[in-house]
């Protein structure tokens, strides 16, 4: 019983709630990155690349043969996720980027202080008074 309480307190802490959270924002976040990646920013490059779908580029090594598959290296795809990868971390890098801004501007502006009451006004005042 023991490890099922321990698993529980796991479970219920607010990191692993954020963890989960993020991960299922990542997830959705990389779909549409690959989306964006694979229908707007590929076919233009595509084109300036003489009308190539970078998904159709391979190189086969064994051309199929019967009922065996043609052996190929499908490096479009793999440029294809290279580039998926460079656009999510430049995202990434700036979204951190701004927080960080965010999180150094909250940081530098220093608290206004505490307006004094009359009791400490007049108390400034004696002491001023005294030293003089």
Known sequence: MNIVK??????VRGNVIDM????????????IVSSFVSDVI??????????????DLAFTIKEAAGT??????AY???????IDFTIIAIVIFLVVRLINSLKHK????PAAPAALSKDQVLLTEIRDLLKK
């Open 6 to 11: 321990e698993f529980k307190e796991f479970a």
């Open 20 to 31: 989960a959270v993020g991960v299922i924002v990542g997830t959705s976040f990389g779909k």
């Open 42 to 55: 590929m076919p233009p490059i595509g084109v300036l690349v003489g009308g190539v779908s970078f998904n």
């Open 68 to 73: 065996s598959p043609a052996v190929v290296i």
């Open 76 to 82: 479009g795809k793999f440029a294809q996720t290279v």
């Open 106 to 109: 909250a940081q530098a502006e």
